[in-house]
């Protein structure tokens, strides 16, 4: 990398790179603003399925790739993007995604708790997934690392009547994303909960 070059540019290195970043979270904030002002076409503050879609294609041209994105591809960038489970994806989203890839300090994450009170199809849901971690976390650790995602999604697909799924890294790569809350390559049972009712609620089923 050609550092004098990103100086001149105006952004700035990063005097901790702790995880591989080199913008200061300021100028992530800069360029998250600007992300927004681009593909928010109808200035309603949120980016919505189309315009993935284009984020998408420019992505990828940007590659010297062509790439014409299905609506699968457009549901897994919205997931990733999607930090906070809101079904929609706004400018502290792309805020936190820019600091998780390039800032020298990681994104902070809100803090999710199990509710207290949960109704009895969200408790159902959550002990069958219990109990699929504790089976494919056999070390006893806690958390689940990049070769044990695949086990999980076997059998969490096996639960729901479909035995011969056979997930692919792209499969494995997407849902870490989606249930890794602090970005350390690492999914807790906390974590692996919140997807589970963060699930629920985007089907529109309640909780409590």
Not at 69 to 77: E, I, R
Not at 80 to 91: A, E, N, P, Y
């Amino acid at each position: 990398m050609d550092t004098n070059k990103l100086r001149s540019s105006g952004y700035q290195l990063s005097d901790r790179v702790q995880f591989g970043g080199v913008f200061e979270p300021e100028k992530c904030k800069q360029i998250a603003k600007q992300v927004m002002e681009l593909y928010d076409s109808n200035k309603d503050g949120y980016i919505e399925q189309n315009e993935i879609a284009m984020m998408l294609s420019d992505a990828y041209r940007a590659m010297n790739k062509g790439f014409n994105p299905t609506s699968q591809d457009v549901s897994n960038c919205q997931a990733i993007l999607d930090r906070k489970s809101t079904g929609r994806v706004h400018t502290e989203d792309i805020e936190q995604l820019v600091q998780k890839y390039f800032s020298g300090q990681p994104p902070a994450q809100p803090v999710k708790r199990v509710p207290e009170k949960l109704s009895r199809i969200a408790q159902e849901r959550l002990e069958v997934a219990r109990r699929i971690f504790k089976f494919v976390d056999k070390d006893g650790s806690g958390f689940l690392t990049e070769e044990e995602v695949p086990e999980l999604l076997k059998e969490t697909y096996k639960h729901m009547g479909m035995n011969d799924y056979q997930p692919t890294k792209e499969d494995v790569t997407i849902w870490i994303q989606m249930t890794d809350t602090d970005g350390d390559g690492k999914v807790t049972l906390e974590d692996y909960e919140q997807l589970v009712l963060d699930s629920l609620r985007k089907q529109g089923i309640s909780l409590e």
